[in-house]
């Protein structure tokens, strides 16, 4: 975990707590229920536990949490303990509300619970900034506009070799040179912001028009394999049950089929959207794009991880003409923005099923 990170969310985390005073919900309703339970006869305390609750589950379906990267989800999952937040923390009260509609002394119980629990997590975070704040230790943060890339390479797949993560390292130059290149017509040197050590997580700055297609190509990418995901789940069950490779065979080409289909839509898309340049180098891109882009799809499928994060934009001034670059910047922070969000890690498990080309002339060997 890097502290520097660990101190950004932390702030942020602390930041959306205190401004939707989740906490204070929590007790309010802990009181109403109280009051419920000591005087079931007296319907205004109904009202008031209905209202509160109303008010609760709006902030934590509104919680900036929900939209947070998986990897920021995973350092406040390691650090809070049992506690939870957000959308989740909302379904724990309405089930416990619901399990314990005839007994709400049960019910009363276990919000007395999540109110310590959460009150404790939020004096925790807020001595813990106090203590990085002492010891001087920054906090990492974006630049409004500014773009990073989360990519986790498992430790088991370059099996802890320095080689190896080398050439893992390239690989993701690679997908990126392909997309930078064809968007904006040359490749970039990438800034390596911060690589964290629990996986290989490496953040890396990238620019918006290359995360904007980057974004939209891993959501579709996503998209696409959760339905391999489900085949590749039966593969492996009949596998596990003593079935033959040669007879999974049909399976295994099937799934394939069904992502290789889809990122070659996508490669094409983006190529004609995007490219300027002239038609041969044109065709080469294409190609590329399409290699780059099931170098993900198979990364994907081995439990790598990609997430994007961008720092919004401050509001535009209302007097302000804005100008066609302005507004083309606030486009696609939007655009990023909307994508990213929808992004989401897939945990894989068992053996691999997508052997997309990586190459013109042979499959992925791993």
């Known amino acids: 975990m890097n502290v520097e990170r660990l101190h950004r969310i932390l702030i942020d985390l602390e930041e959306d707590i205190r401004l939707s005073q989740i906490a204070t919900l929590i007790t309010q309703v802990q009181t109403h229920l109280q009051n419920q339970v000591n005087q079931p006869n007296q319907p205004n305390h109904q009202t008031n536990l209905v209202s509160t609750l109303d008010k609760l589950y709006e902030a934590l379906e509104n919680s900036k949490y929900n939209n947070y990267s998986p990897s920021w989800k995973e350092v406040i999952s ?54 990085l704040g002492a010891l001087g230790i920054e906090q990492e943060i974006l630049e409004p506009g500014e773009c990073e890339l989360g990519y986790t390479i498992p430790r088991d797949f370059v099996e802890n070799k320095l080689s190896e993560l080398k050439n893992e390292i390239a690989e993701l130059n690679f997908i990126l040179n392909n997309i930078s290149e064809s968007v904006t017509g040359e490749k970039q040197e990438y800034e390596v912001k911060t690589i964290s050590s629990s996986e290989f997580l490496l953040y890396v700055v990238i620019g918006l028009q290359v995360a904007n297609v980057l974004s939209k190509a891993t959501e579709r990418i996503l998209n696409h394999y959760k339905q391999v995901l489900e085949i590749k789940n039966l593969r492996n069950q009949l596998k596990e049950t003593g079935v033959p490779d040669s007879k999974t065979k049909g399976i295994e080409s099937h799934a394939n089929g069904l992502m290789e289909s889809e990122v070659k839509k996508i490669a094409k898309e983006v190529i004609k959207e995007h490219y300027k340049g002239d038609n041969g180098r044109k065709n080469e891109l294409e190609n590329g794009l399409v290699i780059s882009l099931n170098k993900l799809a198979n990364r994907i499928d081995k439990g790598f991880n990609v997430e994007i994060r961008i720092e919004p934009l401050p509001e535009p001034k209302k007097e302000k003409e804005l100008s066609e670059e302005e507004q083309e910047k606030i486009d696609l922070v939007q655009s990023i923005t909307e994508s990213a969000q929808n992004i989401e890690y897939i945990e894989t498990k068992g053996e691999s099923i997508l052997e997309l080309p990586e190459s013109e002339d042979k499959k992925a060997s791993r």
Request: without cysteine; glycine residues 6%.
């Open 78 to 131: 390691e650090i809070s303990g049992e506690n939870i937040l957000g959308i989740e923390l909302k379904e724990k009260i309405t089930q416990i509300l619901a399990s314990n509609a005839i007994t709400p002394a049960k019910a009363l119980e276990d919000i007395k619970k999540i109110s310590t629990d959460f009150q404790q997590f939020q004096t925790a975070i807020k001595n813990t900034l106090t203590g």
